[in-house]
Every structure is written in C-alpha cells, then in structure tokens.
C-alpha cells in the first residue's frame, strides 16, 4: 500500500506562482510513474503532467504547457508541481497519483486509469 500526500495549496492571484509536493511512502519510489491531476468544481479530473519513472520523459496537457512544471526527488521520496503564470481557470483540487504499471505508451498515464494510488488532494484557487 502506498499513500500519497499532497500540500503546498492556497489563495493567489493570478499571475502568482505555487510549488506543490506529494510525499510517498512507497520504499520503491523510484520505480513509480508519477502524475498530477487536478479537477474544478462540476468538471471531471483531468490530466496536468506526468513524469516517467526514469525522471526524464515527462508530459504535460496543453492547458499548462510552459507554465506548469513536474518534478521529482527520489532521495526524499517526493513529487512536485510547480506552476507559475496561475489563471482563474487553474482553479481545482490538485491531486497526485502513483502508478506501478509499465505501459509501452506515455499516453497511457494521461488517464486516471493508469494510476493506482492517489493522494487525498489540495485546494488551489486563483483570483482575477
């Protein structure tokens, strides 16, 4: 079992910047794809990024590319987000997830399906 922990949310403005981390208690961390989604009230989760086990594919949704940022310290067992440039449209719940499976496409860990665990999520809000 492993559990995901999310922090890092809050109130800005827009234009402001937030770095996001997920500390996992897996002691195989470094085998994990790792991925961010996020989801705004009456909208379904959506994909933001995801960083392959090897820390260096990493993919992103149009929505953030070039402003948003996913990283990861596999000594510290964590995962961040960092996301500068935020809209009001950045908006959500931020949640990390954990993923065990080796898929031969990327594309695969654009789904929520891919993942395995999740964290328990944390508010974002920007202001206009």
């Known amino acids: 079992q492993v559990q995901l922990v999310e922090s890092g949310g809050g109130l800005v403005q827009a234009g402001d910047s937030l770095r996001l981390s997920c500390l996992a208690s897996?002691?195989?961390?470094?085998?994990?794809?790792m991925g961010w989604f996020r989801q705004a009230p009456g909208k379904e989760r959506e994909f933001i990024a995801t960083?392959?086990?090897?820390?260096?594919?990493?993919y992103y949704a149009d929505s953030v590319k070039g402003r948003f940022t996913i990283s990861r310290d596999n000594a510290k067992n964590m995962v961040y987000l960092q996301m500068n440039g935020l809209k009001p449209e950045d908006t959500a719940v931020y949640y990390c997830?954990?993923?065990?499976?080796?898929?031969?496409?990327?594309?695969?860990?654009?789904?929520?399906?891919?993942?395995?665990?999740w964290g328990q999520g944390t508010q974002v809000t920007v202001s206009s």
């Open positions: 997830a954990a993923s065990l499976t080796i898929y031969s496409s990327a594309s695969a860990y654009y789904t929520d399906r891919a993942y395995d665990y």
């Open positions: 897996a002691r195989t961390f470094s085998t994990y794809a």
């Open positions: 960083l392959l086990w090897n820390s260096r594919n990493t």
